[in-house]
């Protein structure tokens, strides 16, 4: 792999040109990249499993980018599930990170969308009716409240 002038890479992963905003990449994100790549290769699924905090949902997110600029026919959408809320904010923040260094490295926009979905549950801010915790209750009260 290489770094550019900020201590950012670009590295080869079988071929493909993969955009890591990030100045250092741990063995196992490279290994994680590859074994990504072969399974969208061969066109089949792929479990991968790292430790927590070993960085993989920017190496998910920047193979899948690179992936899917090589073949924008092969991949159109990218469908990243998560538990939590702020798993969910994270994974925008690190996709942001990286939309901001691929435009910069290639001098043109990424032309990529990345949307949040959650309920209303997690986003109302209704005083009231935020104090509830119960689902249905908050999804029909805010309805109530919002209904035109």
């Known amino acids: 792999y290489s770094c550019d ?9 079988d071929g493909l ?40 949902t920017v190496t998910l997110l920047s193979l899948i980018v690179a ?21 969910i904010e994270k994974v925008l923040e690190e996709f942001k990170i990286l939309v901001e260094y691929y435009e910069k490295e290639t001098g043109s926009p990424a032309k990529l969308l990345a949307l949040g979905l959650s309920s209303r549950k997690n986003l ?13 209750v908050v999804d029909s009260r805010c309805h109530s409240l919002t209904a035109s």
């Open 5 to 13: 002038l900020e201590q950012k890479m670009k590295l080869n992963i």
């Open 17 to 56: 040109l993969v955009y890591f905003p990030y100045d250092y990449i741990y063995p196992e994100q490279y290994s994680y990249m590859l074994e990504l790549k072969r399974g969208l290769d061969a066109k089949g699924h792929c479990v991968l499993e790292m430790p927590s905090g070993t960085g993989k």
């Open 67 to 87: 992936y899917q600029k090589a073949n924008p026919a092969v991949i159109s959408k990218l469908i990243y599930c998560s538990r939590t809320v702020p798993e």
């Open 124 to 136: 109302c801010i209704h005083p009231e009716v935020s104090r509830n915790r119960d689902g249905r």
